[in-house]
């Protein structure tokens, strides 16, 4: 769901040229195949095409070539960070919602889990990501106007992975 969204709004941001937005898990359990019908569902809901989404493993390999990893929950962190090798590539590591400030100030950081859930479920799981993506764009902007003025930034992209 993150993917398509940041994916979204990146383009929409005209930044596709800068930015790299890529999506992967912490396991292989369903490696190459389409996202949740009912997550294909809510995205249309909202105007978002997440019909060619497929799935894939995060290869540890990657932390050297993206700035920030994006996770969903806590567990998902811990996993990351046991497959950073270096500091510098723990630091990469953080929780999509962090970047929504309404979800920092409810101390609520975490993103809920629809698989077992309704249609309700996919409904609070897409509010949740949509605006810490909102959140993130804003991030990748602040990071990408630092560096095109010379200033040392660092962008930092899982559930989501990507490389702004």
Not at 39 to 50: F, Q, S
Not at 90 to 97: A, E, F, G, H, Y
Not at 124 to 148: K, M, N, P
Request: charged letters at 30%; glycine letters at 10%.
């Amino acid at each position: 769901m993150g993917h398509v969204i940041l994916q979204q709004m990146v383009d929409d941001a005209g930044l596709r040229h800068l930015v790299r937005v890529s999506s992967s898990g912490t396991g292989d359990w369903h490696v190459g195949e389409q996202a949740d019908p009912r997550t294909v569902a809510e995205l249309a809901r909202h105007g978002y095409d997440g019909s060619r989404h497929r799935a894939r493993e995060f290869d540890p390999a990657e932390f050297d070539d993206v700035d920030l990893v994006l996770a969903s929950d806590e567990g998902h962190v811990r996993t990351l960070q046991r497959l950073a090798r270096t500091p510098a590539n723990r630091r990469k590591i953080r929780l999509v919602r962090e970047f929504d400030p309404e979800a920092v100030a409810a101390g609520t950081l975490e993103t809920g889990d629809p698989w077992y859930g309704g249609e309700d479920h996919f409904a609070r799981c897409f509010t949740e990501v949509e605006a810490a993506c909102r959140g993130i764009l804003h991030y990748v902007r602040d990071q990408l106007d630092g560096r095109l003025d010379g200033r040392l930034g660092v962008l930092d992209d899982q559930q989501e992975t990507g490389r702004p």
